[in-house]
């Protein structure tokens, strides 16, 4: 597999040949599912670090995950389009994925249900490990948006 490996576009077969994005293409479909309710464990290394765009830090799988829940129950539909993926194979042999994309977002609350679309940028750092049920885990995670902007439409 190549060093780099660039992607353009929705996920399709070919984002899918590289194991990393496969996976990764796994964790974002729970996301916009909605339902976190399974837990971190097969998508989150336990000692995994998120870096949030406000500055904030969560740190370990459980942690990340009641965050994560928190912030998405507010939501009726979420959904990423995939702009580009890129991954970078580091010298540890982790992959480094940089993903490109436009969150849409609907709340609960909005009885018009307006659609709220997000530019993100997310860095996820996935770890191979033996055992799990993909194959990787997410080690890392930096994700940079514009959350203003949704919070003043639930104003």
């Known amino acids: 597999m190549s060093a780099v490996f660039v992607h353009h576009g929705p996920w399709n077969e070919s984002s899918r040949a590289h194991p990393a994005l496969k996976f990764i293409e796994k964790y974002v479909a ?8 399974a837990g971190p464990e097969d998508l989150l290394a336990q000692d995994v670090v998120y870096h949030n765009g ?19 129950t507010v939501f009726d539909r979420i959904q990423h389009t995939i702009l580009s993926a890129t991954v970078v194979t580091t010298y540890t042999g982790e992959y480094q994925i940089i993903i490109d994309s436009i969150g849409t977002f609907v709340l609960k609350s909005d009885p018009s249900h307006e659609e709220i679309k997000v530019p993100r940028l997310v860095i996820f750092t ?3 490990v033996e055992g799990s049920k993909h194959g990787y885990l997410i080690s890392q995670g930096k994700i940079f948006w514009d959350s203003k902007v949704v919070l003043q439409k639930m104003k």
């Open 30 to 37: 729970v996301v916009d599912s909605g339902d976190l309710s």
């Open 126 to 128: 996935a770890k191979k």
């Open 54 to 72: 406000d500055g904030r830090d969560y740190v370990n799988a459980q942690p990340v995950w009641e965050w994560m829940k928190k912030l998405f």
